[in-house]
């Protein structure tokens, strides 16, 4: 159905966790991929506790465009996630790597987005706006692209900046295709319609607040008890996220195949 992309604008607010979370319930195969500019991977070392890596992965793909192998060569990069249709494209292994790889991201924005052909989406961890290396090829082609944020004054005054240049690139054509603000802890203070007007931008279903059970996602730790998956509040928020990047991106492609523009 698509490419969607998140990001936050300052501090910590839970991109990476929340992509993850968004993928383990995404309703069909998914490609989950790491582009946060800091490198060394929060994904890996996190939900997979660093039993999985490939620190060649980016090296693999910057060669394979450079001889124009990048379609043959995407598929073999992905690791599959035991138990779930989620495949994870690991990023960059350090900060320095992810400078070499500006091109890359554009590039491979294209050969992801060929991916639908094959039934699967892809949801990008772009981590946070504004350092030197974040991978713009890749949240310019972005069907939807999310503001991830909390509700405080601060991270509303940081992210306020971001929806307005987003916002505007949206409009130009310049930028994704759509964009939105997904809020991590809706009401700690202000509630997504407050955090709407602040924004000037519209707010997708927000992600419960639940320290304990996001560390399960952001630390790999095990969930507590058998049904946890189907009563806990974080994961049925995630389910409801999903749903809600599902309706906004099918009405996306009705707006575009009745001849609106993006
Ligand atoms: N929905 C949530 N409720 C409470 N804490 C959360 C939630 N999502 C993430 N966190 C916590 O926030 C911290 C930062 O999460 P992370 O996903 O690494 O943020 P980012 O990728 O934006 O830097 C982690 O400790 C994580 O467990
Ligand atoms: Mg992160």
């Not at 494209?89 to 790597?97: D, I, N, T, V, Y």
């Not at 940081?158 to 505007?168: D, I, L, M, N, Y």
């Amino acid at each position: 159905m698509g490419l969607v992309v998140l990001a936050s604008a300052s501090g910590s607010p839970g991109v990476t966790t929340t992509a993850l979370g968004v993928a383990l319930v995404w309703h069909r195969p998914v490609v989950l991929v790491d582009a946060d500019p800091v490198g060394g991977s929060a994904l890996l070392a996190g939900y997979f506790q660093g039993t999985v890596s490939d620190d060649d992965a980016m090296v693999n793909l910057v060669l394979a465009r450079r001889d124009g192998r990048l379609a043959d060569v995407l598929p073999r990069a992905l690791i599959s996630v035991p138990g779930t249709h989620v495949s994870v494209l690991p990023g960059p292994k350090s900060h320095a790597q992810a400078g070499s790889l500006s091109e890359l991201w554009a590039a491979l924005a294209y050969e992801l987005r060929g991916l639908e052909e094959t039934g699967q989406d892809v949801i990008v961890d772009a981590g946070r706006l504004g350092m030197v290396h974040s991978p713009q090829g890749l949240i310019r082609a972005a069907d939807l692209a999310l503001l991830v944020s909390r509700t405080d004054l601060p991270a509303l005054a940081a992210a306020r900046q971001w929806a307005a240049e987003w916002t505007e690139a949206a409009q130009d054509g310049t930028g994704a295709g759509s964009v939105a603000a997904l809020l991590v802890g809706p009401g700690r203070p202000y509630d997504a319609s407050e955090v709407a007007k602040v924004l000037a931008l519209p707010t997708l279903e927000s992600v419960a607040w639940d320290p304990r059970s996001a560390r399960v996602f952001s630390e790999g730790q095990k969930p507590p008890g058998s049904a946890w998956s189907q009563r806990d509040q974080l994961v049925r928020s995630y389910r409801a996220t999903a749903a809600a990047i599902n309706q906004r991106l099918t009405g996306e492609r009705l707006t575009m195949s009745s001849g609106g523009v993006r």
